[in-house]
């Protein structure tokens, strides 16, 4: 069966922390595709990155980087020096393995809120 | 360009009632999904078209719930008989192509809160 896991169901920093939320994954195809969203306050999910199960090159954007690893199916998302902008609702997702379907599986995501 | 519009964006109804949630996907997308969001269960796929069929309805919990899309465009899901467990953001995406499995991303819409009193 297909599944993500994102065991941490909040997390408080301080303004200039790090943080890094987990993601693992569940899937027995050799081909699919990893996702992350961000849903602040306002509701509406917002693109971050996808990655392909055959790049595990890790990717960094600004202050946002991933680190996928296929040996432990992870694909965990680390913002570096956060900001209060940064408070929001973190999804990881993992594509279907159906021919029939392009439908999305999320894990049940990370609240993150970064105080001043 | 506009991204994927939900109409309304609230909506409050009596149980028993029946209703309808719009969604205009990104202009050129072909695949279609409704997604609902609610407390208790996360983030639920409901139904993926491509073009005007679905050829997947996997999701939709009972048969009170349908969808159709029209032109390849404008797609509406319906709940008859509406519960007060129906309650929930229904969520729309789009994206380019069909049975892409995950090639293509998923734009979503700003959601449709629904509250059955």
């Known amino acids: 069966a297909q599944k993500v896991t994102q065991a941490q169901t909040e997390i408080s920093v301080v303004e200039k922390e790090d943080v890094t939320l987990d993601c693992v994954y569940e899937?027995?195809?050799?081909?699919?595709?990893l996702f992350w969203y961000k849903q602040p306050p306002s509701g509406e999910l917002v693109f971050l990155i996808r990655?392909?199960?055959?790049?595990?090159q890790n990717e960094i954007s600004g202050r946002y980087s991933w680190n996928f690893q296929k040996s432990t199916s992870s694909f965990n998302f680390t913002i570096t020096a956060s900001q209060v902008v940064d408070s929001a609702v973190y999804f990881c997702?993992?594509?279907?393995?159906?021919?029939?379907?392009?439908?999305?599986?999320f894990g049940t995501g990370t609240r993150l809120q970064v105080f001043p | 360009g506009a991204g994927v519009s939900q109409s309304p964006s609230n909506k409050v109804t009596e149980k028993g009632k029946d209703v309808e949630l719009r969604c205009d996907p990104i202009?050129?997308?072909?695949?279609l999904y409704w997604y609902r969001q609610s407390l208790g269960q996360g983030l639920e796929f409901l139904i993926y078209?491509?073009?005007?069929?679905?050829?997947?309805k996997s999701g939709l919990p009972s048969d009170r719930f349908s969808a159709e899309r029209t032109g390849g465009s404008v797609s509406t899901l319906t709940i008859q008989r509406t519960q007060q467990e129906d309650s929930a953001v229904y969520l729309c995406?789009?994206?380019?192509?069909?049975?892409?499995?995950?090639?293509?991303?998923?734009?979503f819409g700003p959601g449709t809160r629904l509250l059955v009193l």
């Open positions: 995406a789009s994206s380019l192509a069909n049975y892409s499995r995950g090639r293509e991303t998923q734009y």
């Open positions: 899937t027995r195809d050799t081909t699919y595709y």
């Open positions: 990655r392909n199960s055959f790049d595990e």
């Open positions: 997702a993992l594509s279907g393995r159906s021919y029939n379907t392009d439908k999305l599986i």
């Open positions: 202009s050129g997308h072909t695949a």
């Open positions: 078209f491509q073009g005007n069929s679905a050829p997947d």
